[in-house]
């Protein structure tokens, strides 16, 4: 595959978990990336971490404000000159059961996961339509998009919903050169893990066919394939990361 060298990548809740994984290996493939999150000092540490300081750009971003997301594409081009890839990463997932579920935890996760997506693809599309040029990829989930989950029935709502906005989005860009896609992770090992407790461990450990969790750059390395030139031809699809879980016709 081309390298991505030279190219500009933003990657939205980019300080950790999936995020952090992305970042990862969109750098080690020669782009030069922003990790733009809500914790600005968590963005700081990874991008230090991350060890490129002349590749990297740490910047506070809330995907719940467009002007905030302006600012990020505002000084991601001042930085780098351009904007090549987005992952809209950045979402929520707590657990909340359906009889406890209120309209303030319902417009929350909805804001956080389906409008600051749209508004992270907003505020950067005007720098890929004057290049002529980009990739877009989502981050949704195979919950709410292929299986349900008790306790996230909200989640499961806002990850569908992203692939809604994907699909008419992508028809409208599909001219200018740019491509939005989305890749589905299943059961990925993120710092959230640590609050599960090894019985939910266990039990999701034992819904995935090849008996491993999938990690952070597992992810990473779907949206670098589609974050591509070679996957210019594909737009409004999605890609599935889950060592198999969804297959089995019955448990």
Same mark, same amino acid.
């Given at each position: ?7 500009v990548?933003?990657v ?5 978990g ?5 970042c990862r ?8 990336v ?7 000092a968590a963005?700081a ?5 991350l060890d ?6 740490a ?25 090549d890839?987005?992952?809209a ?10 009889a ?5 935890a319902?417009d929350r ?27 877009? %990829? /989502?981050?949704?989930? !195979? ?5 349900g989950?008790?306790?996230? =029935? +909200?989640?499961? @709502?806002?990850? #569908? ?15 200018s ?5 989305? %890749? /589905?992770?299943?059961? !990925? ?8 407790g090894? =019985? +939910?461990e266990? @039990?999701?450990? #034992?819904?995935?066919?090849m ?10 390395w779907?949206?670098?394939?589609l974050?591509s030139?070679?996957?210019?031809y !594909? ?17």
């Amino acid at each position: 595959m081309e390298s991505l060298t030279g190219q500009v990548a933003v990657v939205t809740g980019g300080a950790r978990g999936i995020g952090l994984g992305i970042c990862r290996v969109l750098l080690g493939e020669g782009a030069n990336v922003v990790v733009a999150d809500a914790d600005g000092a968590a963005a700081a540490a990874a991008a230090t971490a991350l060890d490129r300081p002349d590749a990297v750009l740490a910047l506070e971003a809330d995907v719940t404000s467009i002007d905030s997301m302006r600012q990020v594409a505002a000084a991601t081009t001042a930085r780098f000159g351009r904007i090549d890839v987005l992952a809209a990463n950045a979402g929520i997932y707590p657990h909340i059961d359906l009889a406890e579920l209120d309209g303030d935890a319902w417009d929350r996760v909805m804001a956080i996961n389906v409008r600051g997506a749209l508004f992270a693809i907003q505020a950067c599309l005007p720098q890929m339509e004057s290049q002529g040029y980009g990739r877009i %990829v /989502l981050t949704s989930s !195979i919950t709410g998009s292929i299986v349900g989950q008790p306790g996230y =029935g +909200h989640y499961g @709502a806002s990850k #569908a919903a992203m692939l809604g906005l994907m699909r008419s989005a992508a028809l409208e860009v599909a001219a200018s050169g740019i491509t939005i896609n989305a %890749v /589905l992770p299943g059961n !990925i090992r993120t710092p959230g893990f640590d609050d599960l407790g090894p =019985g +939910h461990e266990r @039990a999701m450990l #034992a819904a995935i066919p090849m008996g491993v969790f999938g990690e952070p750059e597992d992810v990473g390395w779907a949206v670098r394939f589609l974050a591509s030139r070679e996957a210019g031809y !594909i737009t409004g699809q999605t890609l599935v990361i889950d060592g198999g879980q969804v297959l089995p016709e019955s448990a």
